[in-house]
């Protein structure tokens, strides 16, 4: 008999099992040149994360992925021109841990659609790797 595996696994030295290929890995190769910058990030522009399986690619803050779902382009940074809403009421423990944003001279009608989405992708981002670099600092408060 033969083992085969799905695509993203290579089958191991046992060649009863199979194994995760990590696409993200400097030593990952499609055939081409071993260690080069395309093949160690397998297309991605920017970060490239290892799935079993399978990847996918992230972009920086700042960034966002095209439609490639490989290529990350610089949000577009809107030009304020209205002052901001008043500030909303917080309870103390929403004060003493929350993070405020305001952005200035930026009107409502503005604040929409694919500006909406930009400003919500690189706020979880940002607070994503700030949590993967700091851990013990962030939890889950319950609602």
């Known amino acids: 008999f ?3 595996c799905n695509d993203g696994y290579l089958l191991h030295s046992n060649g009863t099992t199979c194994k995760d290929i990590d696409e993200c890995n400097n030593d990952f190769t499609d ?3 071993v260690g080069s910058a395309e093949v160690s990030q397998n297309g991605c522009s920017q970060i490239c994360v290892n799935t079993n399986g399978s990847f996918y690619c992230e972009c920086s803050i ?3 992925l095209s439609d490639d779902l490989m290529t990350c382009v610089v949000i577009p940074v809107p030009s304020p021109s209205v002052s901001p809403p008043p ?3 917080f309870s103390k423990v929403e004060h003493e841990n929350a993070v405020i944003v305001t952005l200035s001279n930026l ?3 503005q604040f929409t659609g694919e500006i909406q989405n930009a400003f919500r992708n690189i706020t979880a981002l940002a607070i994503n790797m700030y949590c993967r670099q700091n851990p013990d600092e962030c939890s ?3 609602d």
Do not use: L, N
């Open 62 to 64: 700042d960034y966002q």
């Open 140 to 142: 889950i408060i319950p």
């Open 107 to 109: 009107t409502e009608e």
């Open 2 to 4: 033969t083992c085969e």
């Open 87 to 89: 500030s909303p009421v």
């Open 31 to 33: 055939g081409s040149a």
